[in-house]
């Protein structure tokens, strides 16, 4: 009885949240408690009700995204207001701190009165009632911090993203503009500027800046600002590609890719009832071009890493006489790759071990599109830029060196290898591939390697992940 009592008060202090910012909210508390390990599941809208649901959903979307892509940053322009760091308060105020900042500074387009009463009211029904002054003062000044024109509205400096590197009082834009602050929030310093002002850890900007230089570094940082465009593979088809109304396609400079715009715009309508074509960005279409000049004409493919199907989508284009077993070790995922190739009798699901007993010794090739960092596509994935650490790249490089052993059970004699990554590290990438070769049996026949590529501001039909891929073949003996 006393459980019962307990949960059923629980549910009345936190009923299902019914407007965007408390979706937001909900969720950053429960993050404030995790980072740096952010959770990968998408925010759930699913309370919002009513004829405004999907404009309040949105909204949610919009100002989570805005506190996830600029974590770092957030809490860098809430420092000087406060007289204890952000990271150490309760967190609901923290919630409601970077909510608020978001939309103060990232979200033009939200009345300040608006962000910072939602966030007291807020934290008042969230059981913080004391903490509501803190929240409303912490707020109102960083909302002053902002340089206002004429008609109210923050002042947004024009000029490519690279002219504000390094000015204390600029804060970058996804579009590569700039917000101009009141104060020098950010340090000068360009690895400590680019820290705070693109929310990106300074250990990792270290790294980026001792392997590629501080030039490719200031890049990399600001590359992971862009919100990245919807980007449709229809290669393999003939078929015309006709968008829903209001939106536009326009050539990708990767052949048979096309760029959905505007931004924002969803591809649910293009992609309904179509198998001949899929999202996916240029590098990750391009991974496959590792196996160009090998001669390549397998009967027997394994995809062991499949994801959503893709590439497993690719090599039934490039092989159609191929068979391919395709398997992920993920239910939603796998659940995903049966529905996709239900009518594709070359093509079959099956889960790991079935795959291990049908492929054993006898599969033409493998590919290996492997769980990584995801350092080569942190502006579609700006969580990982969190949680990356060199701890974690050594967990990751063991599951990576694993699934290379067992590709070798299923390799027939002098089979390939296709191992890919959407990293850009080297532990990842080519000290992986150094290590199969030198310790796991394979040689290496073909490798290459992608940087990321655009800046704010800059053109989408342009734009591209970064990624590595290399082709390996068992040796003889190699097992």
């Keep these: 009885m006393a459980q019962k009592t307990s949960q059923t008060r629980r549910s009345r202090r936190f009923p299902p949240a019914s407007s965007a910012r408390s979706v937001v909210h909900q969720r950053l508390r429960e993050e404030a408690h995790r980072y740096p390990d952010l959770r990968l599941e998408p925010l759930d809208t699913s309370t919002l009700k009513g004829p405004g649901a999907g404009r309040e959903a949105a909204l949610a979307h919009a100002i989570y995204d805005a506190v996830v892509r600029r974590w770092i940053t957030l809490e860098a322009v809430l420092a000087p207001h406060t007289s ?99 104060n020098e929030t950010f340090l000068a310093e360009t690895p400590d500027w680019l820290a705070s002002a693109t929310g990106n850890p300074r250990w990792l900007i270290d790294r980026w800046i001792k392997g590629w230089g501080e030039e490719a570094a200031v890049e990399q940082c600001l590359h992971t600002l862009v919100h990245p465009p919807v980007i449709i593979n229809h290669a393999p088809t003939d078929a015309p590609l006709i968008a829903p109304d209001g939106q536009t396609l326009n050539h990708h400079e990767r052949d048979g890719l096309s760029v959905l715009g505007p931004d924002g715009a969803s591809p649910r309508d293009l ?7 899929w999202v996916q960005d240029a590098t990750s279409a391009g991974a496959l071009d590792v196996l160009q000049g090998t001669d390549a004409r397998p009967n027997l493919i394994v995809d062991l890493c499949a994801g959503l199907g893709t590439k497993t989508r690719q090599l039934r284009a490039m092989y159609p006489e191929a068979t391919i077993l395709a398997c992920d070790t993920n239910e939603a995922r796998a659940k995903g790759l049966r529905r996709v190739f239900a009518n594709d009798e070359n093509t079959q699901v099956l889960d790991i071990e079935d795959v291990r007993y049908e492929a054993a010794g006898k599969a033409d090739l493998v590919l290996l599109d492997v769980p990584c960092s995801n350092s080569g596509v942190l502006p579609r994935r700006p969580e990982a830029r969190y949680r990356v650490g060199l701890e974690q790249l050594d967990r990751l490089v063991a599951v990576q060196r694993d699934l290379l052993a ?26 992986l591939t150094q290590w199969a070769c030198e310790s796991a049996g394979f040689e290496l026949v073909n490798e290459q390697s992608v940087m990321p590529k655009g800046l704010p501001g800059g053109t989408p039909t342009e734009y591209r992940d970064g990624g590595y891929a290399s082709v390996l073949r068992l040796r003889p003996g190699g097992r």
């Design 84 to 182: 204890r760091p952000i990271g150490e308060m309760d967190s609901t105020v923290r919630a409601a701190l970077l909510a608020g900042a978001a939309q103060l500074l990232l979200l033009d387009r939200i009345p300040p009165h608006a962000a910072i009463n939602e966030a007291v009211n807020w934290t008042r029904s969230a059981g913080k009632p004391k903490a509501t002054g803190l929240v409303n003062a912490v707020l109102r000044r960083v909302s002053e911090s902002i340089t206002r024109g004429e008609q109210g509205w923050p002042v947004v400096v024009d000029g490519p993203a690279t002219e504000h590197v390094g000015k204390p009082d600029r804060l970058p834009l996804a579009d590569g503009r700039a917000l101009q602050l009141t």
């Design 271 to 277: 992609l309904k009832g179509r198998k001949d074509i």
């Design 406 to 431: 067992q590709s070798q059970a299923m390799l027939a004699p002098g089979g390939l290898v296709v191992y890919a990554t959407c990293s850009i590290d080297d532990e990842e990438n080519q000290g």
